[in-house]
């Protein structure tokens, strides 16, 4: 255990970096504005240029605040699965959440015109597709917790999780064999995630998914730190290993859902954030492992947008490719230096 | 307008194919007389850059197909004979990709692209199958497909080759977007022989058009498809010629938004020279692509904030329709101003875009729409064919 004042360091300059980050996204994208614009534009102050201000306050801040929120929330659901499951290898998406989303969303985008054999292109809107992704996650997480009440094993519920999403891909498989190109296309584009185009009612409701999973979590430190022990110990410390189980599986499901509605499966973060946290912090304390990782989440994810949107270019690259190819290397780097897992 | 939606079908199509390719058709070795090879061309090929035709010796035609899709290492030689000279012909089974007797009674053909061709030549009697029959707008073919005389023959776009060896066509008109073709390569093993159809490699409005050529020497029908082709190319030309006497050209933006990204056609795509010919100014033409650009929307927004004319929002036929997708569309002055046009509201009974399966074949009538948006003035009276200004 380290003395507390490092640690309010370390959060204070965490703190720091995450509203550097903030503005650095705000600022940059494919069309240049200004840092002084920026600035001016945020704090409502005129600027010549209408358009501009438009493109920071609809779609530019809106787009940070959903990184931040979905870096934080897949982080933090990470951090629960690795501790409930005591393998460095779950994340988010290990109870079949993602596969859910994604056959919630194969079934709107591909499934629908099977059956109606006409293009139903006008149903897709970003709402059916946030409800319906969310449907199909929360349909699996139902499963999963319906198999939790009456599994004693918490390794059993991790393989059954994999199988529930050894399933929902085989169906949507089956989905875009017999779709046509552009439904397929659209499908696989939404695989890719996407952080733009939330509208702020969408981000509220984001934000309070987000917040509950939060809140959650943080009261389900103790037991999480019982985990890490094994769980019988966890339960000689009278900790209620049902119910608190329950609840992680809840808060992660209402965090990953959520995001992965609104956002699409954003890969890796919710894997590697927690080690890198881990690395970092020198801790598996949840006490600070908590509140580190949601900002190292937003951190990471505000940075793979910034890279994503390849300032000054009109292209732009999906977020989810970036978030691997940016964040694997500095996991790998941090391993090998270290020489050993904190875990 | 948008070539990516078109090729995208086209590219779903070819998920499972292989390519191939040694089919005999009917070829008898005994032999009477062989030709030197001394090639003479036909019926010029002015404006496609993807196919020949050569005449070599008086009863053989050649049709090479150089660009069956985009970089293709090798070029495809079929030989076509006349089906009561076939016995009396020999010829290098190897030398050909396949030997064909004509004329073909019976075809498959397997592009919504490959249909008003077969119209315009008056030969849809002569198709027997199509995969996906519900993409088909014609309404000739729409009548046949119900009376049962066009099978279906398959789903997911994909040939079935079961039912198309069952069908037994003389020929089948496949498509592919690389040398890898599964299901022609069984067709090939079963003595169908399969060509390869090209025309949505082409990049020119007229270069489209012009593989209706490519048809003809199958069914005999060189005059006909001579005929149409110059008609459409006169009717574009002139077109072009009225379009350039305006006196202004209006800026214009088209394609429509998939989350944050913009799709739109590329500066030197089919659907950018339509604009360009219609004499208005694409915000785009400078782009080097062929294909599409995927921008991210803010530096659309940036760039066509102010242009006068928005065309073919990807499958959007309203405004409120436009509006709900996204917010920021209604940034745009097209938008503002209802100056926004789209080829999605004309379908077929079933549901195809009638813009996919004709466009292509009518250049002219594809040009003359634009001319009767972006120039009101100049052709009057004029009843468009797939531009329709959104509700």
């Given at each position: 255990?380290?003395?507390?004042?490092?640690?309010?360091?370390?959060?204070?300059?965490?703190?720091?970096?995450?509203?550097?980050?903030?503005?650095?996204?705000?600022s940059?994208?494919?069309?240049?504005?200004?840092?002084?614009?920026t600035?001016?534009?945020?704090?409502?102050?005129?600027?010549?240029?209408?358009?501009?201000?438009?493109?920071?306050?609809?779609y530019?801040i809106?787009?940070?605040?959903?990184?931040?929120?979905?870096?934080?929330?897949?982080a933090?659901?990470?951090?629960?699965?690795?501790?409930l499951?005591r393998?460095?290898?779950?994340g988010?998406?290990?109870?079949?959440i993602?596969?859910?989303?994604?056959?919630?969303?194969?079934?709107?985008?591909?499934?629908?015109?099977?059956?109606?054999?006409?293009?139903?292109?006008?149903?897709?809107?970003d709402?059916?597709?946030?409800?319906?992704?969310?449907?199909g996650?929360?349909?699996?997480?139902?499963?999963?917790?319906g198999v939790?009440?009456k599994?004693?094993?918490t390794?059993a519920?991790?393989?059954?999780?994999?199988?529930?999403?050894?399933?929902t891909?085989a169906?949507?498989?089956?989905?875009?064999?017999?779709t046509n190109?552009?439904?397929?296309?659209?499908?696989?584009?939404?695989?890719?995630?996407?952080?733009?185009?939330?509208?702020?009612?969408?981000?509220?409701?984001?934000?309070?998914?987000?917040?509950?999973?939060?809140?959650i979590?943080?009261?389900?430190?103790?037991?999480?730190?019982?985990?890490?022990l094994?769980?019988?110990?966890?339960?000689?410390?009278?900790?209620?290993?049902k119910k608190?189980?329950?609840?992680?599986?809840?808060?992660?499901?209402?965090l990953?859902?959520?995001?992965?509605?609104?956002?699409?499966?954003?890969?890796?973060?919710?894997?590697?954030?927690?080690?890198?946290t881990?690395?970092?912090?020198?801790?598996?304390?949840?006490?600070i492992?908590v509140?580190?990782?949601l900002?190292?989440?937003?951190?990471?994810?505000?940075?793979?947008?910034?890279?994503?949107?390849?300032p000054?270019?009109?292209?732009v690259?999906p977020?989810?490719?970036?978030?691997s190819?940016?964040?694997?290397?500095?996991?790998?780097?941090l391993l090998?230096?270290?020489?050993?897992m904190?875990? | 307008?948008?070539?990516?939606?078109k090729?995208r079908?086209?590219?779903?199509?070819?998920?499972f194919?292989?390519?191939?390719?040694?089919?005999?058709?009917?070829?008898k070795?005994?032999?009477?007389?062989?030709?030197?090879?001394?090639?003479?061309?036909?019926?010029?090929?002015?404006?496609?850059?993807?196919?020949?035709?050569?005449?070599?010796?008086?009863?053989?035609?050649?049709v090479?197909?150089?660009?069956?899709?985009?970089?293709?290492?090798?070029?495809?030689?079929?030989?076509?004979v006349p089906?009561?000279?076939?016995?009396?012909?020999t010829?290098?089974?190897?030398?050909?990709?396949?030997i064909i007797?004509?004329?073909?009674?019976?075809?498959?053909?397997?592009s919504?692209t490959?249909?008003?061709?077969?119209?315009?030549?008056?030969?849809?009697?002569?198709?027997?199958?199509?995969?996906e029959?519900?993409?088909i707008s014609?309404?000739?073919?729409?009548?046949?497909i119900?009376?049962?005389?066009i099978?279906?023959?398959?789903?997911?776009?994909?040939?079935?080759?079961?039912?198309?060896?069952?069908?037994?066509?003389?020929?089948?008109?496949?498509?592919?977007?690389n040398?890898?073709?599964?299901?022609y390569?069984?067709?090939?093993?079963?003595?169908?022989?399969v060509?390869?159809?090209?025309?949505?490699?082409?990049?020119?409005?007229l270069?489209?058009?012009?593989w209706?050529?490519?048809?003809?020497?199958?069914?005999n029908?060189?005059?006909?498809?001579?005929?149409?082709?110059?008609?459409?190319?006169?009717?574009y030309n002139?077109?072009?010629?009225?379009?350039?006497?305006?006196?202004?050209?209006p800026?214009?933006?088209s394609?429509?938004?998939y989350?944050?990204?913009?799709?739109?056609?590329?500066g030197?795509?089919?659907?950018?020279?339509?604009?360009?010919?219609?004499n208005?100014h694409?915000?785009?033409?400078e782009?080097?692509?062929?294909?599409?650009?995927?921008l991210?929307?803010?530096?659309?927004?940036?760039?066509?904030?102010?242009?006068?004319?928005?065309i073919?929002?990807s499958?959007?036929?309203?405004?409120k329709?436009?509006?709900?997708?996204s917010?920021?569309?209604?940034?745009?002055?097209?938008?503002?101003?209802?100056?926004?046009?789209t080829?999605?509201?004309k379908?077929?009974?079933?549901g195809?875009?009638?813009?996919?399966?004709?466009?292509?074949?009518?250049?002219?009538?594809?040009?003359?729409?634009?001319?009767?948006?972006?120039?009101?003035?100049?052709l009057?009276?004029?009843?468009?064919?797939?531009f329709?200004?959104?509700e």
């Open positions: 255990m380290r003395p507390k004042g490092t640690y309010t360091l370390r959060f204070g300059i965490l703190m720091v970096a995450l509203c550097g980050c903030l503005l650095l996204n705000i940059l994208g494919s069309v240049s504005i200004s840092f002084t614009d600035l001016k534009a945020i704090f409502g102050a005129e600027i010549q240029n209408k358009s501009l201000t438009y493109i920071i306050w609809n530019r809106p787009k940070a605040f959903t990184a931040i929120m979905s870096g934080a929330g897949l933090l659901s990470g951090l629960l699965m690795q501790t499951f393998n460095p290898l779950a988010p998406f290990v109870l079949g993602s596969s859910g989303a994604s056959l919630g969303a194969a079934i709107l985008i591909m499934g629908l015109s099977l059956f109606s054999g006409i293009l139903s292109a006008s149903m897709v809107t709402v059916s597709l946030a409800l319906a992704s969310s449907m996650s929360f349909l699996v997480l139902f499963l999963v917790i939790a009440t599994i004693k094993d390794m519920l991790l393989i059954i999780g994999l199988m529930f999403g050894s399933i891909a169906v949507v498989s089956v989905l875009s064999y017999f190109a552009e439904k397929l296309q659209q499908y696989v584009y939404w695989t890719f995630g996407s952080l733009g185009d939330l509208s702020w009612n969408q981000l509220g409701i984001l934000g309070i998914a987000i917040l509950v999973g939060i809140g979590s943080i009261f389900s430190i103790k037991p999480l730190n019982g985990y890490l094994g769980e019988h110990y966890a339960q000689s410390l009278g900790i209620h290993l608190s189980r329950f609840l992680i599986i809840i808060a992660t499901g209402i990953a859902g959520s995001i992965t509605a609104f956002a699409g499966p954003i890969a890796f973060i919710g894997l590697a954030v927690p080690h890198l881990r690395q970092i912090f020198n801790t598996t304390d949840h006490k492992l509140p580190a990782v900002m190292y989440g937003s951190i990471t994810l505000l940075l793979c947008d910034i890279v994503a949107q390849l000054g270019q009109a292209e690259l977020i989810n490719a970036i978030t190819l940016i964040g694997a290397p500095v996991v790998i780097w090998m230096r270290k020489r050993k904190i875990f | 307008m948008n070539i990516k939606t090729l079908l086209k590219f779903s199509k070819s998920f194919y292989i390519v191939l390719f040694l089919c005999f058709f009917g070829c070795t005994n032999k009477k007389e062989s030709f030197p090879v001394s090639h003479s061309k036909t019926g010029k090929i002015e404006y496609a850059k993807g196919f020949t035709i050569e005449k070599s010796g008086p009863d053989i035609t050649l090479k197909i150089t660009s069956p899709w985009p970089n293709a290492k090798s070029a495809y030689t079929y030989a076509l089906k009561d000279k076939l016995p009396a012909v010829l290098d089974r190897n030398a050909y990709d396949a007797g004509t004329p073909v009674e019976s075809v498959v053909v397997t919504t490959h249909i008003p061709a077969l119209e315009g030549l008056g030969i849809l009697d002569k198709l027997v199958g199509f995969p029959t519900k993409y014609s309404k000739a073919a729409r009548n046949r119900e009376e049962g005389q099978k279906e023959l398959g789903s997911n776009e994909t040939l079935n080759t079961e039912m198309v060896i069952a069908l037994q066509p003389e020929l089948v008109v496949g498509f592919s977007i040398a890898q073709n599964k299901a390569n069984t067709l090939e093993r079963s003595r169908i022989p060509v390869y159809n090209g025309d949505w490699t082409e990049e020119t409005p270069g489209k058009a012009e209706i050529k490519f048809f003809a020497p199958f069914f029908k060189e005059k006909e498809a001579e005929n149409l082709f110059s008609e459409i190319v006169l009717n002139n077109a072009k010629e009225i379009a350039a006497q305006a006196p202004t050209s800026t214009v933006i394609g429509a938004m989350k944050d990204v913009w799709y739109l056609p590329g030197k795509s089919w659907a950018a020279q339509f604009i360009k010919d219609a208005a694409y915000m785009w033409a782009t080097q692509e062929s294909g599409s650009l995927s991210s929307w803010e530096s659309v927004l940036q760039k066509g904030k102010n242009a006068e004319y928005w073919a929002p499958q959007f036929t309203s405004y329709g436009l509006g709900n997708a917010e920021h569309y209604k940034q745009f002055d097209a938008f503002k101003n209802r100056n926004i046009f080829y999605a509201s379908k077929g009974e079933s195809g875009l009638l813009y996919y399966e004709l466009a292509p074949q009518r250049p002219d009538w594809v040009l003359q729409d634009l001319i009767h948006i972006f120039h009101p003035n100049l009057l009276d004029y009843d468009p064919h797939f329709k200004p959104l």
